[in-house]
């Protein structure tokens, strides 16, 4: 099976190539931007000539929003644009204005409805202070070195690595991965280098083929599965807190950029700002850590994982539990076990926005009206059954694998949650004969078992 993978490396660079990496990221960032101004100003001209009565026949040309338009157009102009252009790689030109054509089509492409999710702005410029430096190289010679400890980079040359790049080195040399592209960017106060390779991945099987879990992601535990096991919620940033909150009071009480006059910061805000910067790097570091190691052994475990498709967006737009949502990283897990579960054989499910899984009763199927958050129990008014509130969601997503076909990862059950919740209605699906119904023990449903269910709307979870 080939698929795109990634492996980045973090990098020990000199005096003299971290600066020949900022001078190509910020070749990078005046591309973007002079082409921006070009894409901006024919847009302005052509509407005001509108205003005038212009006929669309006689407008000024438009400027080609593509990448083979924009670097033709570079390309005319750089000599006077940047008459440095020679002393850096063409990748790095090419890198801001790749940007910009994929910003210009996400923004078309939204605009006219082709594209889902949230709206995409307009692009903006970059700033120099506040844009993440990176480029990316495409062409030229790009390779890991035999001792796996350097790489090779068009124009930057043989740069060191602050880890072994074994990983990649063996696949390279079995022949089994071939190297796309390579991106350098700054992370946290540190530069890394990222390969995007083509791979050519065995095929594998998970431990437990016919298993199916269920998997409620939460705050009080980042994931409670099915079988009644609880993945604690380690709140990386809560704990780092209270030092992130000294770092940023030391950094305000130093000289740093304004806006209006435009001083150099200090040299002491600088290092403020450093070790700030790598505070927050660290949590991330953790945070993707653990998400990591969750995921790794849910897709390597189970042949079927079920998720639900939770509008996280929606969820952060609440001021008292937001931080605390986007320290879970409820988006990343399921990001992650989409890939995951493909690479090792198995399957993911993703549970519609509107099945009722908290409301639902895991062991007769009927269905609360409504269910707070202050209630942590879920009480079963008509089969008594008395069940923690997450693992009664998570045993209701597991057996919702069983009512679909099987289908490859990344499917969406859709449930047809059209109405609200009809008091008493219930909609009966037959068992299959031997089969009995999720009760409190936690078991791991088999492929093929089917319960009860109803189909609601569900808005209150």
């Given at each position: 099976?080939?698929?795109?993978?990634?492996?980045?490396f973090?990098?020990?660079?000199?005096?003299?190539?971290?600066r020949?990496?900022?001078a190509?990221?910020?070749?990078?960032r005046?591309?973007?931007?002079?082409?921006?101004?070009?894409?901006?100003?024919?847009?302005?001209?052509?509407a005001?000539?509108?205003?005038?009565?212009?006929?669309?026949?006689?407008?000024?040309?438009?400027?080609?929003?593509?990448?083979?338009?924009?670097?033709k157009?570079?390309?005319?102009?750089?000599?006077?644009?940047?008459?440095?252009w020679?002393?850096?790689?063409?990748?790095?030109?090419?890198?801001?204005?790749?940007?910009?054509?994929?910003g210009?089509?996400?923004?078309?492409?939204?605009?006219?409805?082709?594209?889902?999710?949230r709206?995409?702005?307009?692009?903006?410029?970059?700033s120099?202070?506040?844009?993440?430096p990176?480029?990316?190289?495409?062409?030229?010679?790009?390779?890991v070195e035999?001792?796996?400890?350097?790489v090779?980079?068009?124009?930057?040359?043989?740069?060191k690595?602050?880890e072994?790049?074994?990983?990649?080195?063996?696949?390279?040399?079995?022949?089994?991965?071939?190297?796309?592209?390579?991106?350098?960017?700054?992370?946290?106060?540190?530069?890394?280098?990222?390969?995007?390779?083509?791979?050519?991945?065995a095929?594998?099987?998970?431990?437990?083929?016919?298993?199916?879990?269920?998997?409620?992601?939460?705050?009080?535990h980042l994931?409670?599965?099915?079988?009644?096991d609880?993945?604690p919620?380690?709140?990386?940033?809560?704990?780092?807190?209270?030092?992130?909150?000294?770092?940023?009071?030391?950094?305000?009480?130093?000289?740093?950029?304004?806006?209006?006059?435009?001083?150099?910061?200090?040299?002491r805000?600088q290092?403020?700002?450093?070790?700030?910067?790598?505070?927050?790097?660290?949590?991330?570091?953790?945070?993707?850590?653990?998400l990591?190691k969750?995921?790794?052994?849910?897709?390597t475990?189970?042949?079927?994982?079920?998720?639900?498709?939770?509008?996280?967006?929606?969820?952060?737009?609440n001021?008292?539990?937001a931080?605390?949502?986007a320290?879970?990283?409820?988006?990343?897990?399921?990001?992650?076990?989409?890939?995951?579960?493909?690479?090792?054989?198995?399957?993911?499910?993703?549970?519609?926005?509107?099945?009722?899984?908290?409301?639902?009763?895991s062991g007769?199927?009927?269905?609360k009206?409504?269910l707070?958050?202050?209630?942590?129990?879920?009480?079963?008014?008509a089969?008594?059954?008395?069940?923690?509130?997450?693992h009664?969601?998570?045993l209701?997503?597991?057996?919702?694998?069983?009512?679909?076909?099987?289908?490859?990862?990344?499917?969406?059950?859709?449930?047809?949650?059209?109405?609200?919740?009809?008091?008493?209605?219930?909609v009966?699906?037959?068992?299959?004969?031997?089969?009995?119904?999720?009760?409190?023990?936690?078991?791991?449903?088999p492929?093929?078992?089917?319960?009860?269910?109803?189909?609601?709307?569900?808005?209150?979870?």
């Amino acid at each position: 099976m080939k698929t795109i993978q990634a492996y980045r490396f973090a990098l020990d660079l000199t005096f003299r190539q971290h600066r020949n990496v900022l001078a190509h990221a910020g070749a990078a960032r005046v591309a973007h931007n002079w082409a921006l101004a070009q894409v901006k100003a024919v847009i302005g001209q052509r509407a005001a000539e509108r205003s005038y009565g212009v006929a669309e026949e006689s407008l000024t040309p438009a400027v080609s929003w593509s990448l083979a338009g924009l670097r033709k157009a570079w390309n005319a102009a750089k000599r006077d644009v940047a008459p440095w252009w020679g002393e850096v790689s063409k990748e790095a030109f090419n890198t801001g204005l790749d940007a910009l054509a994929r910003g210009l089509k996400n923004w078309a492409d939204s605009r006219k409805g082709k594209r889902a999710g949230r709206a995409a702005g307009f692009p903006r410029f970059k700033s120099r202070r506040r844009t993440t430096p990176s480029v990316r190289f495409t062409t030229g010679a790009i390779r890991v070195e035999p001792d796996r400890r350097h790489v090779v980079l068009p124009r930057l040359g043989r740069l060191k690595l602050h880890e072994s790049a074994r990983k990649l080195a063996r696949r390279l040399e079995a022949g089994t991965a071939r190297i796309l592209s390579a991106t350098v960017r700054r992370d946290g106060g540190r530069w890394h280098v990222s390969f995007t390779v083509e791979v050519d991945r065995a095929e594998r099987t998970p431990a437990r083929p016919d298993a199916v879990i269920g998997v409620d992601v939460g705050i009080k535990h980042l994931a409670v599965l099915s079988t009644g096991d609880l993945v604690p919620n380690p709140r990386h940033l809560a704990t780092a807190q209270t030092r992130l909150r000294a770092l940023g009071r030391a950094l305000s009480r130093k000289a740093g950029p304004d806006r209006r006059t435009r001083p150099r910061p200090s040299k002491r805000w600088q290092r403020a700002a450093a070790r700030l910067g790598r505070a927050h790097a660290r949590v991330s570091h953790l945070r993707r850590d653990t998400l990591h190691k969750l995921t790794s052994w849910l897709a390597t475990t189970y042949g079927t994982v079920v998720v639900e498709d939770l509008n996280v967006a929606g969820m952060l737009t609440n001021r008292r539990l937001a931080r605390h949502i986007a320290d879970a990283g409820f988006g990343e897990l399921r990001r992650q076990l989409a890939y995951k579960t493909s690479w090792n054989g198995g399957r993911l499910v993703v549970a519609d926005r509107w099945y009722p899984s908290s409301k639902t009763c895991s062991g007769c199927g009927a269905v609360k009206t409504k269910l707070t958050l202050s209630e942590r129990n879920y009480r079963c008014a008509a089969c008594g059954l008395v069940v923690d509130r997450d693992h009664n969601a998570a045993l209701n997503l597991a057996a919702l694998a069983a009512e679909f076909d099987t289908a490859g990862s990344g499917s969406v059950a859709v449930r047809g949650a059209d109405q609200k919740t009809r008091v008493g209605g219930r909609v009966a699906v037959k068992r299959k004969p031997g089969t009995t119904p999720v009760g409190q023990t936690g078991t791991v449903l088999p492929q093929g078992r089917t319960t009860n269910r109803v189909l609601t709307k569900h808005t209150d979870r």
